[in-house]
């Protein structure tokens, strides 16, 4: 059943993290955006590095930087 723009705002606003740490323990890097970083998306590792990425015209993941990490 395909979800309206309202549902899938309602759906965000209410997210708990679960999946992100569920790909995070399994190994797999996640991808949000963050508004501190405009010209990008943060790739987060499950070791907790963070990278700014972009995705160019042939859908190839680019890194533009590593970022540090929140604990620094």
Do not use: C, T, W
Not at 21 to 33: K, M, V
């Amino acid at each position: 059943m395909p979800v309206n723009a309202d549902e899938f705002e309602k759906f965000l606003m209410y997210d708990d993290g679960l999946a992100a740490q569920q790909h995070l323990a399994a190994g797999r890097p996640i991808y949000y955006g963050d508004e501190k970083y405009p010209s990008g998306i943060v790739r987060k590792y499950p070791d907790g590095r963070l990278q700014l990425v972009s995705i160019n015209e042939r859908n190839e993941i680019v890194v533009i930087k590593n970022l540090p990490s929140p604990e620094n």
